[in-house]
């Protein structure tokens, strides 16, 4: 596998076998003195030699490719002493008898030992002007990285710890009391607790320097997956790929954005230029537990429409129980932000209503994305512009009623375009 990947970035694998396997030109020698493979320690020049007490100096607890801190490793030192915590008996011969000691042995060790001295995730090893990736995610997830390479222009992570995530707090490299610093670099990867939940960040403060020091977000596990496009340029810092989110945005914080990837992970990549700071960000991190289908009218808990946008993937219709037919949906103290593409339709029969309380609007569509409603009635409250809907991308308005409480200001926020099917009517006070 690593061979396949190696030969399809590089033409050759020699980043493997000779720099991480230790094998000479040729395979002219046996791998002594970096990291082996299956068939050969690195303290042995035969195949299968896994008992061999020689002492070798090697690097496989500190690999680089150039050479890490080499330290004395042999079956009597390293692997065959590690105690590793085995299912017992797992072993038997014809008999029955329990053969474990026969199989699980220093060979055994040596194969856990082999696969654990793999670039992983966290680690932040340089290559030439790049970073060697997360070998594991080749093999856990060969679809998606067995075309990603050995290496990447981006360290994998920043070395954060494993564990829960959700409930935490996720702020920019200087943490929240002091500014980030110059030419500041990290990535972050944020996955659910629990399997099947999707991780949202919610930002509560965001400011950087325009234009030169910006974040983006990515869809997925890892850097290889969709951006979520922020409508800006490629800026003029130094990460100047179009679509991260930069500037003072306290008025208009980035997000929430909440993942729609089967493994239910964003990833985070900041990069900052080597003059002006700001004080960055906070942001919170929770797990949404996904659903299918929109169950209740209440906001912000399973089964909520709020939910259901999260979960939804790009391109979908949100699915309404038949159960709702003739309700009115509540959304409660913040807009419902629509940052993927989303269709919301009803019948003539099975009309719905969308009401804000305590929000400033129902619907917020961000820059470039597409919404369709139909057959929905929005009840605004109270906001002096766009009570109703601010619409920064495509909507399409089909037999919708919307009743605004108020007079002055717009109910209808609009910098994008809006097209209008069928009986689409705006009501207001006397």
């Not at 972050?188 to 930002?203: A, E, L, Q, Y």
């Not at 605004?380 to 809907?389: F, L, P, Q």
Request: glycine residues 8%; charged residues 10%.
């Amino acid at each position: 596998m690593m061979d396949h990947v190696n030969k399809l970035q590089d033409g050759n694998s020699s980043l493997f076998w000779n720099k991480f396997v230790g094998w000479g030109p040729n395979f002219s020698t046996p791998p002594i003195g970096r990291c082996g493979d299956t068939h050969h320690p690195p303290n042995t020049t035969q195949d299968y030699d896994y008992y061999n007490n020689t002492g070798v100096m090697s690097d496989i607890i500190d690999w680089t490719p150039t050479g890490g801190t080499q330290s004395t490793v042999s079956a009597a030192t390293t692997w065959g002493m590690l105690n590793y915590t085995w299912p017992v008996p797992i072993y038997y011969n014809a008999a029955g008898n329990v053969i474990d000691n026969l199989l699980i042995d220093a060979q055994s060790n040596w194969y856990i030992m082999w696969m654990q001295s793999l670039p992983g995730f966290g680690q932040q090893i340089a290559y030439n002007s790049y970073y060697i990736s997360n070998w594991w995610k080749i093999i856990h997830d060969w679809d998606n990285f067995y075309n990603q390479g050995l290496y990447r222009l981006y360290p994998d992570a920043d070395p954060n710890a494993c564990g829960p995530k959700c409930a935490l707090t996720f702020s920019d490299p200087g943490g929240n009391t002091t500014n980030y610093g110059n030419n500041s670099k990290s990535i972050k990867i944020f996955c659910p607790d629990n399997p099947g939940d999707k991780v949202r960040i919610s930002f509560s403060e965001f400011s950087t320097q325009a234009q030169y020091d910006v974040l983006y977000v990515h869809d997925g596990p890892d850097l290889n997956f969709p951006l979520i496009n922020s409508g800006n340029g490629a800026g003029l810092g130094t990460c100047n790929v179009a679509g991260g989110f930069w500037g003072n945005l306290n008025n208009n914080l980035p997000g929430p954005f909440q993942s729609t990837h089967e493994s239910g992970c964003l990833t985070f990549r900041f990069c900052s230029d080597a003059s002006v700071t700001e004080p960055g960000w906070n942001a919170t991190i929770s797990c949404i537990t996904c659903t299918n289908s929109v169950s209740t009218t209440t906001d912000n808990i399973v089964g909520s429409l709020r939910w259901a946008i999260y979960c939804a993937a790009p391109n979908s219709t949100i699915q309404f129980s038949p159960a709702l037919n003739n309700s009115i949906l509540n959304v409660t103290n913040s807009p419902l932000i629509l940052n993927k593409n989303l269709n919301f339709h009803q019948t003539l029969s099975t009309p719905l209503g969308l009401r804000s309380i305590n929000s400033e609007r129902i619907l917020d569509i961000s820059p470039g994305k597409t919404a369709s409603l139909k057959y929905i009635s929005l009840y605004s409250e109270s906001g002096s512009t766009g009570r109703a809907i601010r619409n920064q991308g495509n909507l399409t308005l089909e037999h919708v009623n919307i009743f605004d409480q108020q007079v002055s200001g717009s109910t209808i926020l609009n910098t994008g375009t809006i097209n209008i099917l069928g009986n689409v009517v705006i009501r207001i006070p006397d």
